[in-house]
């Protein structure tokens, strides 16, 4: 729908006329009518005064104007990574071509990191495989934004295991500012959850323990509902990982065997043996030093 039978839409169904929005918002009668025919264009300062008068949120609006659906354009992300899954390389490289030849006519940068995200589908995520080339391009453009939205979590979500550790690290400031600014919005609230886990898990795998705690120390503070429930249980695993970093082997452990519990009694058992077989390569890690320094 266009904007201005939304906002018809949105007017009809409150049970709200013409003239009392006209009254509301300081415009006359005839000026709404051009507006909702689409004859007349409407400011960002008087859409919000309408938004507000008929108790509507902007997300509502276009999830309106969309017809009720989320945006096609981020959708298309989740697409590609279900073929990934399913293994569907031949229609993950079609969505390649198609969105390249888009990205040629309008240059839109959204379908510029789709096409690297096929790129990097097409050879199984593998490092070595990816141009050294696309990673740098996507690294300096989430590095040049002063201040992130949706899109770039959305990037750095599906890139993160692909940058080098310093990059990806150099990257923790934008997601924390991010979190912080905008933790009243909920509609992020899920690819934070991604992105901070992701994080954890990357900062562990390349010994990054001095983002580690700063990261959880941001997830402590944002996740604190009763209905972040599983949020905070993979809190108190990666507490006990950190315990563990800090020679405090016992008490990490218990924490981890605690998460553990309470991920197994969910169902999620392909969580646990993962978190376990990370837990069980930091032991040996933290062995391994303990025995080269003894040796020393």
């Known amino acids: 729908m266009e904007i201005g039978q939304v906002i018809r839409y949105i ?9 009392e929005l006209a009254n509301a918002i300081g415009m006359t009668r005839p000026y709404i009518a051009r507006i909702e025919s689409g004859k007349n264009s409407i400011s ?8 507000e008068y008929c108790n509507v949120t902007y997300n509502e609006f276009f999830y309106i104007k969309n017809d009720y659906k989320k945006s096609s354009k981020m959708n298309e992300f989740n697409r590609v ?22 990205y040629q006519e309008n240059g839109d940068i959204f379908l510029r990191h789709l096409y690297i995200l096929c790129h990097c589908m097409e050879n199984n995520l593998d ?44 990257m923790t400031k934008n997601l924390l500012y991010r979190a912080d600014k905008y933790s009243g919005l909920n509609l992020d609230k899920n690819m934070l959850s991604y992105l901070f886990f992701n994080l954890l898990e990357f900062s562990f795998k390349y010994d990054g323990y001095q983002y580690s705690k700063i990261v959880l120390e941001a997830t402590k ?24 970093v ?15 519990t309470i991920l197994q009694t969910l169902g999620h058992d392909n969580l646990y ?3 376990k077989a990370d837990l069980d390569e930091l032991l040996n890690k933290v062995v391994n030093a303990k025995v080269e320094n003894e040796t020393v």
């Open 81 to 102: 990574i279900e073929l990934y899954y399913a293994n569907n390389l031949e229609e993950i490289s079609r969505i390649k071509e198609k969105v390249n030849e888009q």
């Open 11 to 19: 007017r009809t169904n409150k049970k709200i006329t013409q003239q």
């Open 246 to 260: 800090e020679n405090l082997i016992t008490e990490g452990v218990e924490k981890c065997n605690r998460a553990f």
């Open 127 to 170: 490092p070595k495989k990816i141009k050294d080339e696309y990673i740098k391009e996507l690294a300096d453009y989430l590095l040049s934004m002063d201040e992130w939205c949706y899109h770039e979590l959305a990037v750095l979500n599906n890139f993160i295991f692909l940058f080098p550790p310093e990059t990806a690290f150099l």
């Open 273 to 275: 043996k993962k978190y």
């Open 44 to 51: 960002s300062d008087k859409l919000t005064e309408i938004l």
């Open 221 to 244: 503070k944002y996740y604190t509902r009763t209905s972040d429930f599983f949020e905070q249980t993979l809190i108190i695993y990666y507490e006990g990982m950190l315990d563990i």
